[in-house]
């Protein structure tokens, strides 16, 4: 374990955390779910992205089923969202801030992951952002929509500035807590301003009229 | 292995046989897919959950893929659902019959097989209800459905008990031909007592009207 | 390594490149993605059947992520579809000859690589059928097509037959770069005299009127 391992710890559960909140509120609101679906979906999008993850680099079982407190807190965050979802599901914006912040989580937490098990710099800048985007993926796939991280440039161009600069704070030796918060800050900020000024990258060349 | 190998097998077998029937019938009915497409649509479902369970234990390759009565079975089921396909494709019972048998099956063999591997109870609770729904899962989402797993509160949760079942017999040393049928068999009871009486799982609390 | 290693690695390389042609051409046809969007679609269509190669066969980190050449040609695919595709997406055929190009070359690569991890024929050839397969499949999942292999029953056997080449060729040790361009031909000339007559396997007996 390259940092701390309870700082990794503790970002990768408030990650699974927020993106369980994050899935179940889109359950509520996309798909009209039940509480079943709701929790199943919460948890789909907390622990698919870090399961995608450990199969890529062959940590299986995945910690989220050698590590019952990814699930506790997977389930908590459905059960949370379904209960209040109510309060939340006309305002559009707690799903994008808590998908947002899971992204920046996973990105470093992946980015780290991939490094401690041997993947060279490029790859793990890449697993980081596979770990970000994963999660939302199969959410968006499993309610029908198009995912996120095809739609809007903005979205995976953050993942890959977060894991980036974990891979670069891991080789300079400087990861830590504050290092491993700041990449995590950059790259929420980067997808936030995308958000705000529904910023893309370049759309295709000369479209037709 | 923890029970009599061969009846392990041969429940398995049968809940490849029933999904593969089950995805094949689907394939004709939702998507009306030629010959191969109904083929594959049926091995996908008939196998995909264990293959999905087989990933995460890290159990590879997958049973499937190194025993090849699993393929012959789904292969054989989704022939012989597309021969008859136009004799059951206007009753909806058979599809939800099967998926139910499959969900059950499954769910007790995955739970099985996940503490043969070493996964803790509630580890083994959980890819079990992942191998019963698993199967489902991607074939709704190939042909373009929301999976059944997010709509119906009586899916899930049928398979967690059956799974639950299953970890607490062997716990129990109680585990044996009895035990394994009477876990699945309860498991599709639930799941069929859910479609009869159109049960599901609390809504969302104060729907907007 | 079965057949000359540098051989079955020129024509895996061919084979990103094209899907990744194909995955970015489809993005900004079918979804008009933005150049991000292009990109990663592209990556998927190309490194998606591999990937699912490797995890079924227990090589991981997949050669995706060990070998950087992959990743490289995947990028620099999808951005050549993106800049040239204005001039390419009123024709449909570039995508469809791509996506044969792709499927051929990665059956009989798939099943080669299935043979030399020690996997049966008969799983050789299913495997290299899903390494065929699952990029495109992927592709469709993402952008909510129902997928190629279910709508049209050849584009799974030309797969099947690329494959099955494979391995015969490389049972009765006649396996190079001859044989192996020659089985990805057959399979390319089978898929293409469906696309250009339209055949499919036959439909469900006694459609409904």
């Known amino acids: 374990?390259?940092?701390?391992?309870?700082?990794?710890?503790?970002?990768?559960?408030?990650?699974?955390?927020?993106?369980?909140?994050?899935?179940?509120?889109?359950?509520?609101?996309?798909?009209?779910?039940?509480?079943?679906?709701?929790?199943?979906?919460?948890?789909v999008t907390a622990i698919g992205g870090g399961i995608i993850r450990d199969l890529l680099i062959g940590?299986?079982?995945?910690?989220?089923?050698?590590?019952?407190?990814?699930?506790a807190v997977a389930t908590a965050g459905g059960l949370?969202?379904?209960l209040l979802g109510h309060r939340l599901e006309r305002l559009s914006s707690p799903i994008t801030v808590l998908d947002a912040a899971g992204l920046s989580l996973f990105a470093v937490i992946g980015a780290s992951?991939?490094?401690d098990f041997g993947l060279g710099a490029?790859?793990?800048?890449?697993?980081?952002a596979i770990t970000g985007v994963g999660g939302g993926t199969l959410r968006d796939v499993?309610?029908?929509r198009v995912p996120a991280v095809l739609q809007?440039?903005?979205?995976?161009?953050?993942?890959?500035?977060?894991?980036?600069?974990?891979?670069?704070?891991i080789r300079a030796d400087v990861f830590g807590p504050v290092t491993a918060v700041a990449a995590a800050a950059i790259c929420f900020?980067?997808?936030?301003?995308?958000?705000?000024?529904?910023?893309?990258?370049?759309g295709p060349p000369r479209r037709a009229p």
């Open 122 to 128: 490029g790859q793990a800048v890449l697993l980081g």
């Open 189 to 202: 900020l980067v997808r936030m301003i995308g958000v705000r000024y529904d910023i893309n990258a370049p």
């Open 1 to 43: 374990m390259i940092a701390e391992p309870t700082l990794l710890l503790v970002l990768d559960l408030v990650g699974t955390f927020v993106f369980a909140l994050d899935g179940a509120l889109v359950a509520l609101r996309v798909a009209r779910l039940d509480i079943v679906g709701a929790i199943t979906l919460g948890m």
């Open 80 to 82: 949370i969202a379904f």
């Open 152 to 169: 809007s440039g903005l979205y995976a161009i953050p993942a890959i500035i977060g894991a980036a600069l974990t891979v670069a704070a």
């Open 142 to 144: 499993l309610v029908r």
């Open 59 to 71: 940590a299986v079982p995945p910690a989220t089923f050698s590590d019952w407190r990814y699930l």
């Open 113 to 115: 992951k991939a490094l």
